[in-house]
């Protein structure tokens, strides 16, 4: 009877997370295909028009720009928000004092709502009274058109999502970092390795299979962008910002066309997709 309980408090937990991800997952995703290949006001019945919605979110001149600043943006988020929570997970595995208080420090972000950190970041990019242009000009530095100019204003909203991100990948990685055993480290130590080969030759391979999880949950993520642009730079100066993500809104609620933005989704979709079984894939057979 005991063992019926708790199998019955079990599967009670089960129905109620399939359930969170049948209504706010899996329906919107069922949804958005059928939608691609309609057209439709959600409000009179929808007309089935096969793959036009494809055909015209192709022929939109935004669409091009869309996808090379999604891809620049996962780039270039890359090279800042991969590496930089493993660098800083590696110096907080070192340290032996104040740990705990840093690691809160650097989880801080993660914990404010991501319209707070945006709106926040707003204020530091503001040509005028801006805190980083303030720290150029106390430097003697030119200040600089963060939000403004077509060629800052990507790497600025990077710098937002990287900000706004990293406290969860540090701790995952410093987790993954207190598991490898000390004695690895000890004999690397006595064969004369230095801290730079001690990260190459112990830690990168003992944390291998987490920095390939991480750079597939990253790419999916990051290709994904909305609240940056959308709040930030409304997609411009010049398209400069415009995402996959924010264009699929463009099409949903300002050119009411939820068919077209349905087909965009689905194409993001196909394209992760696609990437994750080949991330997965190429994971499954370095194992082997």
């Known amino acids: 009877m005991r ?11 089960l129905c109620a997370a399939l359930f969170c991800f049948t209504v ?120 600089l058109a963060w939000l403004d100019s077509s060629s800052t204003a990507l790497v ?18 410093l987790a993954a970092l207190q598991n490898i055993p000390p004695e690895l480290y000890e004999a690397a130590e006595l064969d004369g390795a230095g801290i730079l080969k001690r990260i190459r030759h112990v830690t990168i391979p003992q944390t291998r299979l987490i920095l390939l999880l991480m750079l597939m949950l990253q790419i999916v993520a990051t290709m994904q962008v909305f609240i940056e642009p959308y709040m930030l730079t409304g997609g411009g100066p010049e398209n400069a910002t415009v995402s996959v993500a924010y264009l699929m809104y463009q099409f949903a609620f300002s050119q009411m066309n939820y068919g077209q933005a349905g087909a965009l989704g689905m194409m993001l979709m196909l394209a992760l997709l696609v990437f994750a079984a080949v991330q997965l894939r190429t994971t499954r057979e370095d194992q082997a």
Not at 91 to 97: D, G, P, Q, S
């Open 156 to 173: 600025s909203l990077v710098i937002v999502s990287t900000w706004m991100n990293m406290g969860s990948a540090t701790l995952i990685y």
């Open 24 to 143: 706010f997952a899996w329906y919107p995703m069922v949804r958005e295909f059928v939608l691609s290949f309609q057209r439709t006001d959600l409000i009179n019945p929808p007309e089935w028009v096969g793959l036009d919605n494809f055909k015209a979110a192709v022929a939109d001149p935004a669409f091009g720009e869309a996808w090379l600043n999604t891809v620049e943006f996962t780039v270039l988020a890359l090279l800042c928000g991969y590496a930089a929570p493993f660098a800083v997970a590696l110096v907080l595995n070192e340290l032996r004092h104040a740990r705990a208080y840093l690691r809160f420090v650097v989880y801080l972000p993660v914990m404010l709502p991501p319209i707070v950190a945006v709106l926040l970041f707003r204020w530091f990019y503001d040509p005028g009274p801006g805190l980083f242009n303030q720290i150029l000009d106390f430097l003697h530095l030119p200040t």
């Open 3 to 13: 063992i019926l309980r708790r199998n019955l408090t079990a599967y009670g937990f």
